[in-house]
């Protein structure tokens, strides 16, 4: 481990090769469709819905399925055991999240005209951060709505908080929650970065050794 953290800390300030900047180009095209891509996706089934019910959210709103009638269908639900509606009004997480890939944009952008690998390591640090708290926060929305129940409500069932992944049997429904197409690509922006940042440090690495 220490040995890993001297070999990055050496090469912070060397410059990035040509392809690496590629590379970091390709990144900042990666993040584009995420503003328009869901990045996770919940699914409701039960005996009364076969076909089932699905909610997609993306970086700045929620979309209900069949044009928006799954979230109105998920709201009628969530009203009978006491659950407050999903407005997007009330999700800051949407108004946060698309401003923030706009910064991961700039920010790339700015590691690659100044061309310095530490520049790349500051991004892909606070991407992390970003990824980490993204997580935890939509942890902390599914906790908060699934244990603030109106206990007047017409059918009361134990507190309980749906699944951020897999699968969770909540009443008569089974929820499904998985990462959608939005969030592979914040995934392989990430990637991206990594690996133009190893080829730099390789190539740095086999100028010094001659």
Not at 140 to 145: A, D, S, V
Request: hydrophobic residues 50%; charged residues 15%.
């Amino acid at each position: 481990m220490k040995s890993l953290f001297s070999w990055v800390s050496k090469n912070l300030f060397k410059p990035i090769t040509m392809k690496s900047r590629m590379l970091l180009l390709l990144a900042v095209l990666v993040l584009i469709p995420t503003f328009f891509l869901p990045l996770w996706n919940l699914e409701f089934w039960s005996y009364q819905y076969p076909d089932g019910l699905t909610l997609d959210i993306y970086s700045y709103k929620l979309e209900g399925g069949d044009d928006g009638a799954h979230l109105a269908e998920i709201n009628i639900l969530n009203h009978y055991i006491g659950m407050a509606a999903l407005e997007n009004e009330d999700f800051l997480e949407l108004k946060w999240i698309p401003f923030a890939i706009g910064v991961f944009i700039i920010l790339t952008l700015r590691a690659v005209v100044f061309g310095k690998i530490g520049k790349v390591l500051d991004v892909l640090m606070l991407f992390t951060y970003f990824g980490l708290f993204s997580l935890w926060s939509f942890w902390y929305k599914l906790h908060f709505y699934g244990h603030n129940l109106d206990p007047k409500a017409s059918v009361n069932i134990e507190p309980f908080t749906p699944p951020i992944f897999g699968f969770e049997q909540v009443g008569q429904f089974k929820v499904w929650s998985y990462p959608s197409a939005g969030s592979y690509l914040l995934v392989g922006f990430a990637l991206l970065l990594i690996l133009a940042m190893v080829i730099s440090m390789k190539r740095n690495d086999t100028v010094a050794s001659k």
